[in-house]
């Protein structure tokens, strides 16, 4: 007995030497042999992806981001088979060239079961480009957008009238974050403005000023998960499979059967967050089969205000059936989730710059008051975007303002493809095909060989030279929307938005901010918690 004991003592200490010798063998590989090891970057970097999940669950994952490249240079390598550049020739490169596909990164909140992807989430060049065009395109042409300005007004004029009611006559301090998010939020699943340009309908969390159903604790729950989750591919596809996806995703209803949050929008063959647009225009029961939804892309829809929603029903029959109802129910999620985050984080920080730098509100009340005195039926949320967009310190004053906080700030990846191995400035040898290459707009938008050493101070006179050609290379180093022909589709919506928000707050109130008080974390886009705000009727 006390022999056998001895050799299987023995062989279990010759397995574990074995392993030891194994992992060493494999760090030592990934850290000294790697192609990417002349890159350099953390030691933990070379050898998992797992360390960013602390500093994606810290919501700070772009300050990680920028320290990194403050202290090991342009490129840096923060993942066995990943980069990042800081560098703007890089970022351009990463994200003009075809054959910079996206990575798994994006289809992993994609149903597994359908397989449905919206236009964000899609990664061959080519099918992106067809949706664009067909599909999405019309819902966002110039003509379009200019038909949103007036849900813009009136929801903003509403949130005005709700924002005083909070406020004593004689001026008062709040945080202002919870009532920003229900602006940019507000129809069938989060609030105001991009839901009922999506669907046509506002589901009215403006007028009840406050999160209703939880839907937006819910959303920002989700995209903070799913940001989290990604960094770690493997585990990303594990959770976005066919056994776990439907319990992450499965709807949670109250006991008077009201849908709560947004697991709607991911089931909807179970329950949708669509059910108000589609009992209004069907009749139906609030919760309803993916069906029902489909109905209300038929002949009802067309009775819509014009909406994101209207202009899909509207398709060319080609188009339609190309894509179907499926991908358009995505791509009206995608605009949901997305739309309404970043449009609440450029809000957030143009009232934080400009209550930090009061000065700059004065600049924009003397360029802009004009406009409300020249006629007597003018209020601040009515005044023509066209006319505002001419107030060259409101157009300085927001540019620097999402230069300087971003409301996208994680890393978008692309991965290499067959011809571009050498195609990104600054390497040192052609990339393995499939790396994992990106740049975090934070760093990008902080770049002091684009916008100088004082990049990181708030200065929106930069905006305002007449050096045409530094001009440019600011524009190209404005990497807030992104690039390309990936650029984000809602851009002059939110543009529009926040030309229109920003100056019938300056006309409205004079406000103060401290430096330094604004509380934010990252979950894809940027989530403002925290923003306290001293506010006095002019």
Partial sequence: ????????????????????????????????????????????????????????????????????????????????????????????????????????????????????????????????????????????????????????????????????????????????????????????????????????????????????????????RMTRSVNIYAQVHWLGRLLGSKLLWPKVTKPRIDEQGQILGLGAIFDVSRASNFSIETKALTGVSPQFSRKAFYAALGEGAKSLPHSVLKGFVETPPDAARAWGNEQKLEDLGSLVMGGTGSTTAGSCACLYHLGTHPSWQQAILSEITPLLTSDPTNTPPSLPFSALSKSASLRAVIKESLRMTPPFVSVFERQVGKGVEAAIPGLVAPLPLGTRVGCNHYVITRSKAVFGEDADEFKPERWLIEDDAKLRQMEDGWAVFGRGARVCIAKDIALMFLTKAVAAMVLKWEFEVKEGSMKSVNGIDMQVRELPISLKAR
Avoid: C
């Fill in 1 to 220: 007995m006390a022999v056998t004991d001895f050799f299987t003592d023995i062989g279990v200490v010759q397995l574990l030497v074995i392993a030891l010798a194994a992992l060493s063998a494999r760090a030592f590989y990934l850290r000294y042999l790697h192609p990417l090891s002349r890159y350099p970057g953390p030691f933990l970097a070379s050898q998992t992806d797992f360390w960013k999940l602390i500093a994606y669950a810290r919501g700070k994952q772009h300050t990680v981001d920028y320290t990194l490249h403050e202290v090991y240079g342009p490129i840096v390598r923060d993942g066995p088979n990943s980069l990042r550049f800081s560098d703007l020739e890089a970022f351009k490169a990463i994200y003009g060239f075809k054959n910079f596909e996206k990575t798994d990164y994006y289809v992993l909140a994609g149903a597994p079961e359908r397989r449905k992807f919206a236009l964000f989430q899609l990664r061959g060049e080519e099918q992106h480009r067809i949706r664009r065009k067909q599909i999405v395109f019309p819902s966002f042409s110039a003509k379009a957008i200019a038909s949103y300005e007036p849900v813009i007004a009136r929801n903003l004029s509403l949130w005005l009238e709700k924002l005083g009611d909070d406020v004593p006559l004689g001026g008062g301090n709040l945080n202002i974050a919870p009532r920003i998010r229900y602006m940019p939020m507000d129809t069938g699943t989060n609030t105001t403005l991009v839901t009922e340009i999506a669907h046509g309908n506002s589901m009215g969390f403006v007028a009840a000023n406050r999160d209703l159903h939880g839907v937006i604790a819910e959303k920002e």
